[in-house]
């Protein structure tokens, strides 16, 4: 495997990072030299035990946190070191999907999503708002357009985020246990539609899971355990769709 | 334009404060209640004020003549009616009026009881108000005894209006002396006195015959027409001897306002009253701009997340306590012109909502909402995008 840090095409390129919570007596080291590399469009999973650092190192791709240690680049930008206004620069093209939807209670599935086209510059309101209810129709929630996320549905709302996100046209989308609060189903159909619109985007994605149903989806899955990362084997697709390998 | 729609963004501020009708109407609930409280406190401070002066704005003067002597309208001293003759001499000096005031008992017809009344007295022939219908009533004062009385002045001096116009023959005692109520006009009470007659100086000096011969209270000066007030006074200042103090008219009623203001505790009292109405807003602003923000706060780390700015998320903080204060100021001033309409009709005093009260008003509840914004900002310092997740 070459390492991640030479391919100057990657979309994100962690080189052995390192974190910490805490200090002094409680200082506890949670990444333990990380090296992960993920290409342009390419799907990897992340899987592991609760608590063994796949969020800290979402949040750490994601620009939501300084790096203490090591090297991650995002899009060939260096985070190590990087400003607050840079970081918040960058979460412009970065997309998140939230274990919880985290949509805004007081806007409209539309308006929602709108909040994520608004990111967009130079496009007039009119753009935007066609823009969000584009994003609405891919998801299959055309029908629901001015509902308050109240009087969704659980998947219906995790659809809407995944718009939300796919609407700032991000070149990445991290997603956090986006099938926790899904039923079986439901769970299935979002991360399926989630790697199709990815994919059509030309968009890489990293997703961290618990969900064994779902490792298919996956270009390449990676397993964490302690703070340490290596490669897994996908299963095979439960369903009989042919995957695209990485391999 | 195009620039606009491309600036345009989705009202987050206005939908975070609508789509939370309950909470938006205790806040402008809150804010209207500040704001009223602030208009009646101030509304009465500035129509206490107003209403000493109520007298004073009716003459018909551009420059006035007092004793040094004279503290206020409720004691005033007298002066050489000689010094009116000689500010005569100016050429700008168009006409004078010299004028008798002084506060004196009168005798409720009614219930016999007494009250103190301002009573004026001057040459009926002259002018002494701006509005000219005085000057045709003032013929019956030429006969000896007559009084014109002040249909506005406080009930309890009797019901002389009301008999006057059923036609009865109104008599009365004023200092002890028999008087007759030949007219009735309209000036209205003010700070000092509850009420006012008017009469020919014969009269007024047959009601107080100790007044030194010679000597008045006030001194109206009409100048011509282009001729500038303060520069007259100026000049006029340096001619006269040091006997009698010369104001403008606005100098005259702001002289009397003074004296209200600074020997009394009026101007305190009302102020603090407004401070406090100040106060109680910005506590109930503060308090639910501070929860809205809690209770937003993962929608806001999300956004942060997202790529918003800081600055962003702190300008929907602003922009909702800058609706709060327009949304709020409305009916505070809807419900003020409501209550200045109760007071007037209730304590007769000059209170209106004027532009600069209005300003003031509008000043200080967006300084309150604008402060209380500021301050539930910090709370956004909390919003960590990273703990999100």
Redesign the interface.
């Known amino acids: 495997m070459t390492l991640p840090h030479a391919d100057p095409d990657a979309s994100v390129a962690v080189f052995d990072l390192c974190h910490w919570y805490g200090s002094g007596i409680n200082r506890r080291q949670v990444l333990q030299g990380i090296d992960l590399g993920i290409r342009p469009g390419e799907v990897v999973l992340l899987t592991g035990p609760s608590g063994c650092g796949k ?1 800290t190192l ?2 750490l791709v ?1 620009a ?2 300084q790096v203490q240690q090591g090297s991650v680049r995002v899009f060939g930008r260096e985070l190590a070191g990087s400003t607050r206004a840079e970081r ?7 997309g ?1 999907i ?3 939807h ?1 949509l ?4 409209t599935a539309e ?1 929602n999503v ?3 086209a ?2 967009l510059e ?5 753009a935007r708002r066609d823009l969000a209810r584009e994003w609405l129709r891919a998801v299959g929630l055309s029908d629901h357009l001015g509902k ?1 996320p109240h009087d969704l549905s659980g998947g219906q709302k995790q659809r809407v985020a995944i718009a ?1 996100a796919l609407a ?1 046209e991000p070149r990445l989308l991290l997603a ?1 246990e986006p099938t926790a609060a899904l039923d079986k189903t439901t769970g299935r159909e979002v991360v399926e539609l989630l790697q199709r619109l990815a994919r059509e985007q030309g968009c890489s994605v990293l997703m961290v899971t618990h969900d064994p149903r779902i490792l298919d989806v996956a270009d390449r899955l990676v397993q964490m355990e302690d703070g340490r990362l290596w490669d897994a084997p996908v299963p095979r697709a439960q369903t009989g769709q042919v995957l695209v390998s990485s391999d | 334009m ?1 620039s606009f ?2 600036s ?3 009202p ?1 501020s206005w ?2 404060l609508t ?2 009708p309950a909470r938006l109407a205790v806040a402008l609930a809150g804010i209207a209640f500040a704001g009223i409280l602030m208009f009646m406190q101030l509304g009465f401070r500035d129509g206490l004020f107003d209403a000493s002066v109520t007298i004073h704005k009716l003459f018909d003067a551009d420059l006035v003549l007092m004793s040094p002597r004279t503290m206020s309208s409720i004691g005033m001293a007298g002066f050489p009616r000689r010094r009116l003759i000689q500010a005569m001499a100016d050429p700008q000096v168009e006409g004078t009026t010299p004028v008798h005031w002084n506060l004196l008992l009168w005798r409720n017809p009614q219930t016999r009881s007494t009250r103190s009344i301002l009573a004026l007295g001057f040459e009926p022939g002259d002018p002494l108000f701006i509005d000219p219908g005085l000057a045709a009533k003032a013929q019956v004062l030429n006969q000896r005894g007559r009084v014109l009385f002040d249909e506005l002045s406080r009930p309890e001096f009797g019901p002389i209006a009301e008999w006057f116009r059923q036609g009865k023959v109104v008599e009365t005692e004023v200092a002890g002396k028999r008087v007759r109520v030949a007219g009735l006009v309209a000036l209205g009470p003010s700070f000092g006195a509850d009420g006012n007659i008017i009469t020919s100086r014969e009269t007024f000096l047959r009601l107080m015959p100790n007044t030194p011969p010679g000597s008045i209270e006030l001194g109206l000066i009409r100048l011509t027409t282009g001729s500038d007030p303060a520069a007259v006074a100026a000049r006029l200042k340096r001619q006269l001897p040091d006997d009698v103090s010369i104001y403008t008219k606005k100098g005259f009623e702001e002289f009397e306002k003074n004296y209200w203001r600074s020997s009394t505790a009026i101007g305190f009292i009302f102020t603090l009253g407004a401070a406090m109405g100040f106060v109680v807003g910005c506590v109930i602003v503060y308090q639910i701009l501070y929860s809205d923000v809690s209770d ?1 706060l ?2 806001y780390a ?9 600055l962003t998320l702190l300008g929907v903080v602003a922009r909702e306590g800058f609706i709060l204060a327009v949304l709020g100021y409305v009916p505070a001033w809807l419900a003020g012109q409501g209550l200045y309409a109760l007071v007037r009709s209730g304590t007769r005093l000059p209170v209106s909502m004027d532009g600069q009260r209005s300003l003031l008003v509008f000043a200080m509840i967006f300084a309150m909402c604008m402060g209380s914004a500021f301050m539930a900002m910090r709370k956004l310092a909390d919003a960590d ?2 703990e ?2």
Request: one cysteine or more.
């Open positions: 969020t979402l949040t994601g939501l946190r918040q620069q960058l979460r412009r093209s970065i998140m939230f274990q919880g985290n805004l209670r007081c806007l308006q709108q909040m994520g608004d990111l130079g496009l007039s309101y009119r308050l939300r700032a956090d | 195009l729609w491309q345009r963004r989705i987050l939908l975070l789509r939370q937003h993962p929608e999300t956004l942060m997340a997202m790529g918003y700015r800081l995008p990273a999100i997740f």
